[in-house]
């Protein structure tokens, strides 16, 4: 997949799902409305609950699952399949609360709510990634494979520093949740004996900096025609 085909890909379904998620409320209340349900005491509500909950995963589904084939598309692509797919999958998972919650949305204090939620830090490493993945044109050549490892070692320190926080998007999930227990006590212990617990916040968004400027690298180096010819292009 190009880089221009992937850039209109995840912004297509990102629109796609903002847009879903401002009509999605009106069609259920139209639903429920002409539902006949008015009658049973209770009713309404039990039933608006149950379509929320179905149509919220539904709309996640009709947007994520395109998205999850363009990643994987796109990273086989630039060579970068073996870390960036699980690297997004990974943040892609630790931002599923605010994605979740996104779908339910009221009022303006919830959307101040979500922003608090530490699935942001996991968002905000997917959107850069999509956006350095959208640079180059690959029939030119891609980017330098030194910017390529220097943002997978990026990215696995981000995978380090972050895991408290896409740990709990984790275990929010169908069959992998029950994993996020034991991997949370793992990385616990692990930036316990290192020292750093306490400066995990402050490391997270130093962390976040090099990747944003990996990316910016890996991008200036895919317009330069600094890298390799894709096969897959």
């Not at 939620?117 to 999509?130: H, Q, R, S």
């Not at 990385?187 to 290192?194: E, I, K, Q, T, V």
Request: aromatic residues 10%; contains cysteine.
């Amino acid at each position: 997949m190009s880089a221009e085909i992937f850039r209109r890909r995840w912004l297509g379904l990102f629109a796609m799902l903002s847009g879903l998620i401002f009509i999605v409320p009106y069609l259920l209340h139209a639903v429920v409305a002409n539902s006949g349900c008015q009658g049973t005491s209770g009713a309404c509500d039990a039933l608006q609950d149950t379509l929320d909950y179905h149509a919220r995963w539904l709309v996640l589904a009709m947007a994520l699952a395109p998205l999850i084939v363009a990643i994987a598309a796109r990273t086989l692509t630039t060579g970068m399949f073996a870390w960036a797919f699980p690297f997004a999958m990974i943040m892609l998972a630790g931002a599923m609360p605010l994605l979740t919650g996104l779908t339910d949305i009221h009022s303006a204090d919830a959307i101040s709510d979500l922003v608090a939620l530490p699935a942001m830090i996991p968002l905000l490493f997917l959107l850069v990634l999509l956006v350095t993945l959208s640079a180059g044109d690959d029939e030119e050549g891609g980017a330098a494979a030194a910017w390529k490892v220097v943002l997978g070692f990026v990215a696995l320190a981000a995978v380090f520093v972050t895991a408290q926080a896409w740990l709990t998007g984790l275990a929010t999930l169908p069959y992998v949740g029950p994993f996020a227990p034991p991997l949370g006590a793992f990385f616990a212990r692990a930036h316990a004996a290192l020292g750093i617990t306490a400066q995990l916040p402050r490391l997270a968004n130093s962390v976040l900096i090099g990747f944003i400027l990996a990316g910016a690298g890996m991008m200036a180096s895919a317009r330069g025609g600094g890298g390799y010819k894709s096969a897959y292009a």
